[in-house]
């Protein structure tokens, strides 16, 4: 396990709140207006299998 900081540095925030943002599912208008064609992101990531490498 990592130890993560509770304090850290602005940069590191920003690119994990960014990786947070870029980890849901399209808005639920995306997937009505393309007719179930487009369900998932391809951005998706799980936190304990794929690492972000920061």
Do not use: F
């Not at 509770?6 to 994990?16: D, N, Y």
């Not at 399209?26 to 490498?53: A, D, E």
């Amino acid at each position: 396990m990592s130890n993560m900081a509770s304090h850290k540095p602005l940069g590191r925030k920003l690119r994990l709140s960014a990786a947070a943002r870029r980890n849901r599912n399209p808005p639920s208008w995306v997937v009505v207006k393309t007719n179930r064609r487009v369900t998932l992101s391809y951005t998706k990531r799980n936190w304990r299998r794929n690492k972000l490498g920061i």
